[in-house]
């Protein structure tokens, strides 16, 4: 007979090592598909290497995409850990975007210091709008923001095509659904010439910093902490539960609000219904196989950015479909969940009258 | 525009239970796995490996109802799998929920993709037909709404009097239900706490890959990216508008359904007013509201997303 | 007589801690055996061995078949024990609250893959063991609108729906009133009679005396005494439970002081009344223990939350110092010095993943020694930890190690170092002891008694009339969400109270 008992305490080793193990092994497992596909592993793997690592353009691309995911991992990192369940990063992606493209997109031809900094704020603010509307809806009505967060992204994702459509449509665009292009003066500036990596990038790490030196360090952190941990002992010592969840909920939002300004204003220059290919949701994986720490959301977004880059430049070599990237992703995540249960609980096998470890 | 002729047009009826088909199966699907005390957020992704699979196997070559059966026993699968992580592990079912989304979603699209490489247009199968029943399919009104549905629809509808059978007259509905709001209650009386939870998963999830096999089976005829577009999770918003009741849930899958059956009309009606996106969203706005509306006096199974561990008490 | 069970050597431990030591029980046929003991002596832990929940390290059982012949009980499983007829019934009723009473008797004992349901003769064997039993319950209700009284009807038919001959009840009368548990005992005679072998835990002394036909106590997980109840009387037994040595607590007379606390006609509608209070009145002093005496669910947690400032009043006034609260909430309780041991103190006590330093502060996170501008002052935080470990003997893995590693009684000392602190004028301490061993027991009565001395007012809510009548000045009794003062600290007295009756 086989029981789970908690382990006594969980080690620093496991907090480390579990998500590394769950990103090597979601990889090794990659082998599997890639049989059945047809292809060498051995071919692949080394093509998904030259991809992300071969060049500096490499590089660049997968810190391209890093970038966004960084946003939404942070989203729902600090959602999450005071247990506020924000699916809804995907949404808020497109409200910060929308909101971008509406300022900056000719509506006020002024100074970059200004345009820009108005464009990030608001692009924050309209995402932080997005998350906290469901939060009303839970602390008010009770109702699970799992589902809100969720639904509200086919809302949104429907109210950007009417955007696209209509006031947001660009004039010159021969009547495509996109938006008209962020005033040069508005955009993020590149790193490196030539290169599509931006600086967005600095503002999502300057971001992780500040996210992991305020959640030890801060009043606000510590609150959160407690409410995630324990909302019934943190609201009998006297923190406010419901305000301390509006406060991760603008900041959670503001976040994935910023990937969509960070993409709009960094990369792509004007705005269409596919700018993320699922970011948000992505985000959730980062953030899982962060362990919520903002700081490791930088190490696991640049793991998953590598594995869409690598398997994007594999397919095209290889002719394996790059759903494998998702594949990949998904199975991470699930790793990661058993790698935290093999974290905080052992089985012990109970023979009769004996307990053996 | 006359919202009134709609209403009591044929086809208008027909359309919503069309419509509401897919969600009858998603919302008992759900339901089941409620009531056993687990959170099965991995509908959306179930909902795409039955609408892959039970196609895929129709397209290879079997038949309509063994497609079916594939597309069951592929979300039972999957369902497994999410009952193995959240029952005896007793991890966190709305992570599991959301990572067996984005698995089975993952492994159909790229199972879809790895079998038809390079077409360009979907391929299409012989989907159900309607079901022309003679005599009643002849009637007024009823014939067209009720007896022109395919089988599937038909099966929807069974499935709902089986549900509501099995939850309120038998032993198995009653540990479920039990088991559901504390499990304690079924281990002290001998009963398996695992075995009923991962059981309702399995089932339950069986179920909400009927409701994606519909959608190529029966609503369409070919399997595209996306198509399942959010229905799962409305099916969760249902789920608890229904208060965890088949009946109810019968109900509230039909409502929707009226209600985008309805948007689709009003649209063609007065699209020249509003655009059109104002009708799409409205289902899903409508969802939101009806989990706000029921979210506080909906009677939730106590021990939802609580986990359980034997010998723990 | 002959013997129907016999636990041979059973021996637990959970980690270092040893719950059982080598206990030798046995039980005859037709006889009611108390098992006595304070809280944490191993009398659950037994019983949870006895029923398959816990698999004991060492030992074995033996149970008599139909036949009366003793044969080896599988250990470790449930299903084992209920089949040789044991029957359990948990402190924490394991009913479920959404399907009926009979759907709860017959549960499990019907085939579950049956398309129809024939319970005509589980229903009629319900009924007539209720007829020959007297025990009494709503058949077709949901669980959920049964009174607590009912629902342990409930529970003991399960058992004898399944043919048990062995029936343990685990402090059965802890949600009782004085007449439901005198009629729950009249019909476990009724059952013992009729053969019916019961085991029950308890640690009152009095109903232990005046039903059981044997006693045995346990103390420190080993068994440590056994004889006839005959011959027994309450000094040997209450020296058993506790041991020899055990310090009686000094308690000075003191005259009580200015009013701290005054509640004006407050009413607090709950959802039920176990969290109700009807317009009461409540004055506190300095330098007084107030005890509030009650069954559970007679309105404690209402009070409770009142005080904790979770509860709003729907009428009347609370006052502290001559302060109106005008807006009742955690955080204004706590600053103006209502100090608060919550009655759960796992779940409503301390943030179990974070440190035992920053539990420690959790109360005082606006003070300007532990934050400024928002941050934390770290180096602060862990001095007032180490500081307070010592000066209240929090024992553990460290003030940086999660406070959930603590045990029950070293989380309860946290959160009187949290509590007392900060000086609090008044103090809420409710079941301030429950669960804990007798050391910490002690430690939290002197503690409350140096409040008291240092002019603090203590409302002490508790179950047991025995920590109550030991610490407190005044005693108030709580009843269906009211609350009247006694008279006298005269036991008796205060028992007719707590169940309705005119002293």
Known sequence: MIRIEPRNNTSKTFAFGIPILSAVLSLA????????????????????????????????????????????????ALAFRAKLWNIGAEGQLYLGAMAAVAIGSGAFDISGFILLPLIVILGAAAGAAGMAAPTYLKTRFGADEVVTTLLLNFIILIFLQMMLEGPLQDPMGLGWPQSAPVLDQGMLPPLIERMRVHSGLIIALVLAAIAQFMLARSVWGFKLRAVGENAAAAKHAGIKVNRSLFGVAIISGGLAGLAGVSEVAGLKGYLTADLSPGFGYTGIVVAMLAGLSPLGVVAAAVFIASVFVGADSMSRAMGVSSFLADLVVSMSLLCVLVGGFIAKYRLVRTDTGKVAA | MDILSILISESFWAASLRIATPLIFGVLGALICERSGVLNLGIEGIFVVGAMCGWMAVWLGAGLWSGVLVAALAGALFGLFHAILTVPLGLSQHVSGLGITLFATSVSYFTYRTTLPNVSSPPRIEPFQPLDIPILSDLPFIGTVLFQQTAMTWLALLMVVIVWYVMNRTALGVAIKAVGDNPDSVDAQGLSVYALRMGAIVAGSALMALGGAFLTMSAFDAFFFGMVNGRGWVCIALVIFASWRPGKALFGALLFGAFDALQVRLQTEMGALVPGQVFLMAPYILSIIALVVAARSADYPRALLTPWFKGQR | MRTVLSL??????????????????????????ALLGENGAGKTTLMNMLFGHYLPDAG????????????????GHPQAALSSGIGMVHQHFTLAENISAIDNITLGSERLLTLRRDRSAARRKIESIMEKSGLNAPLNVPVGRLSVGERQRVEILKALYRDARILVLDEPTAVLTPQEADMLFENIKAMTAEGLSVIFISHKLREVLAFSDRIAVLRHGEKVGEMATADADEKTIARMMVGADTPKIARQEMAAGETITELKGVTVSGRSKRDSLESVDLTVRAHEILGIAGISGNGQSALAKLISGLAIPTRGTIEIDDQAITSPNPASMISAGVGRIPEDRHYEGIVGAMTVAENMVIERLSDPD??????????????????????????????????????????????LARVFDRGPRVILANQPTRGLDMGAAAEVGRRLLEARARGAGIILISEDLDEILGLADRIVVIRDGNLVEADSQDREKIGMMMAGEAA
Do not use: C, H, W
């Open chain 3, 8 to 33: 041979n050597g059973l021996s637990k431990r959970f980690g270092s801690v040893i719950a059982n030591n080598n206990v030798t029980l046995t039980l005859k046929r037709g006889e009611v055996l």
């Open chain 3, 60 to 75: 074995t059982i033996d149970v008599a078949d139909e036949n009366g012949q003793l044969q080896s009980l599988q250990l």
């Open chain 3, 370 to 415: 532990i934050q400024s501008n928002g941050l934390l002052r770290r180096d602060a935080i862990q001095s007032n930890a180490s500081t307070l470990t010592k000066e209240y003997d929090v024992r553990g893995p460290g003030v940086t190690a999660s406070a959930q590693l603590l045990s029950g009684g070293n989380i309860q000392k946290l959160i």
């Open chain 1, 29 to 76: 497992l990659a082998a599997i598909p890639l049989l059945l596909a047809g292809a060498n592993p051995i071919a692949a793997y080394g093509e998904m290497i030259k991809g992300v690592f071969g060049s500096v353009f490499a590089v660049s691309e997968m810190l391209t995409r890093a970038t966004p995911l960084i946003f939404t991992g942070l989203a729902a």
